[in-house]
């Protein structure tokens, strides 16, 4: 503005402790790109350099061209240095610049069966994302690991784009690693880009079923954690078959104020009248490592995750189910669940976060609980979480029934879980008078005094009927029909009502195609 000279000058990266090397995974980026860092000296004589010239803008870089050799951009052809390095590299026919000049990475492929294209195509991201990571070779990077786990970040992850991109030839998306999340998965896109419609109807996603009115859905398999030690359905129908008795004392495991939790005064205010429930004494117990999970994550996830991604993994491999084999697959979730408190009582327990903020929101969010199952296994059907209270889970077996029948998904995964993180819901039901003293519940009988809280996991495995047939699978119910309705404005928030149940139940037996004399057995419960 006052007409003097000025100079921008756009410096690459100083050695010697210069800003890019405040960070030390920028360091590392650095190290590993096509900008060496600068020796400070060399720097200052380029500046004075430029100070003399006429220019007003102008860059001051160190550069490896040899990264850019293959580069089809425009503004780096015509360089001297790129042109040299550009003809030696396309005279080594091992070179990624010759794959790509020649296409001979197409060529290779198209002689290939698709099982062999597919492990081409993975060793080679595989060793690219070695290279990024500073790994010795591709062995280290397994292919089915999500790159988000193996170490990308957002610089790594543009990198790997680029390095891909010059290795195949092909113009990639800056979100590459978000779209197509393990070198699995990249391959089967990439391999679809490069050979067209050759590989496009092999890797097409199946189509969605079609939509079948009233067709039965069949329960094909269980799995379960509940009190009393069960960790199976067969250990479930020995506890009822053997009249067991699943209740216990508080666990002392969870950070529970056992001496002051207990008050047999039913109005005395943070107590609980009640020394027990059901509950599951090994919900703590968890294998991260086996779902590739890091350990602090782990910490930070309320167990209810934990115990919903265990007992999904055994419903599935109790149908006779590769849980891995599903991924990709329009498999839905559908789980009922509430929040258990216990983010809050990890902070307490650790007097601040740990440093565990980065995981906290995610492992505690009830609507992961089924989101979880479907990201770790690769699901692709709906993922819904389902609270309504005491009905969530059955609510959960409606829901997914109804998914089934209309074609959202070809296989279900439904149930429910609580695990109580703290006593809130003992304490709060002991101020409404609610519990039964011995902590067991006795509906329907003339010795009910309350009811008993308790804890645990279920999970169904659900096909419609004609899938479970063909597909082999050992048929152990069926589901008729469901229904859900709610009472609407009721005499009070909470309080059952009649009619309402009435339709419900009308409405159900509509769906199952029944009259009210084919029920055989009524099961139901009651606060």
């Known amino acids: 503005a006052r007409g003097l000279a000025g100079l921008s000058v756009a410096f690459g990266p100083w050695a010697g402790g210069g800003v890019a090397q405040a960070n030390e995974a920028v360091r590392q980026r650095l190290r590993r790109g096509p900008l060496p860092e600068m020796d400070p000296g060399l720097a200052i004589q380029a500046l004075g350099q430029a100070l003399d010239g006429p220019d007003a803008l102008l860059a001051v870089m160190d550069v490896d061209w040899a990264p850019f050799a293959a580069a089809p951009s425009p503004f780096l052809r015509d360089l001297p240095e790129i042109g040299e390095l550009a003809a030696e590299l396309a005279r080594d026919p091992g070179s990624e610049m010759a794959l790509v000049a020649e296409g001979e990475l197409t060529r290779r492929l198209t002689g290939l069966p698709p099982a062999e294209q597919n492990r081409m195509l993975t060793d080679l991201i ?83 079923p079609a939509a079948v009115d009233g067709e039965p859905v069949a329960i094909v398999a269980m799995s379960c954690r509940f009190p009393g030690g069960v960790r199976s359905p067969e250990e479930l129908w020995e506890l009822l078959a053997s009249g067991g008795d699943a209740i216990s004392g508080f666990p002392p ?27 599951v004494h090994d919900a703590a117990d968890f294998d991260p490592g086996f779902f590739g999970i890091s350990p602090r994550e782990a910490l930070a996830m309320d167990p209810q995750q934990r115990q919903v991604l265990e007992v999904c993994w055994e419903a599935l491999e109790r149908t006779g189910i590769a849980p891995a084999s599903l991924r990709g697959s329009a498999t839905g979730v559908f789980i009922g669940g509430a929040f258990s408190g216990y983010s809050t009582s990890l902070v307490q327990t650790l007097d601040g976060t740990g440093g565990l903020e980065g995981h906290l929101m995610t492992g505690n969010a009830t609507s992961v609980l089924s989101g979880r199952v479907s990201y770790t296994l690769g699901l692709e059907g709906p993922a819904v979480t389902v609270d309504t209270a005491c009905s969530s889970s059955l609510v959960a077996l409606h829901l997914a029934s109804q998914a089934l029948r209309s074609g959202e998904c070809e296989l279900a995964l439904a149930g429910g879980v609580t695990i109580m993180a703290t006593p809130g819901d003992l304490v709060s039901f002991s101020r409404q008078r609610g519990l039964a003293p011995d902590g067991r519940s006795k509906a329907f009988s003339a010795a009910a005094d309350g009811m008993g809280m308790a804890e645990g996991a279920g999970m169904l495995v659900l096909e419609r009927l004609s899938d479970a047939r063909r597909n082999g699978h050992l048929v152990l119910a069926v589901v008729a029909g469901s229904a859900v309705n709610q009472d609407g404005a009721s005499n009070g928030l909470t309080a059952p009502n009649g009619p309402s149940q009435q339709r419900v139940i009308r409405a159900a037996l509509a769906s199952a195609g029944l009259a009210p004399g084919e029920v055989d057995a009524v099961e139901a419960h009651g606060t």
Request: glycine letters at 14%; a negative charge; charged letters at 25%.
């Open 253 to 279: 495991d969870r950070g529970w104020d056992l001496d002051r939790l207990y008050d047999a005064d039913p109005g005395q205010d943070g107590t609980s009248y009640v020394r027990g429930g059901g509950f």
């Open 126 to 208: 595989r060793s690219g994302a070695a290279a990024v990571l500073g790994h010795a070779s591709g062995d280290e990077i397994p292919a089915d690991r999500a790159f988000s786990d193996l170490g990308f970040d957002s610089l790594t992850s543009l990198e790997m784009r680029q390095h891909v991109g010059l290795a195949t030839g092909l113009r990639l998306p800056a979100t590459l690693l978000f779209d197509y999340p393990t070198p699995a998965v990249l391959a089967g896109y990439l391999r679809t880009e490069l050979l067209g419609d050759q590989a496009a109807g092999e890797t097409a996603p199946s189509a969605r």
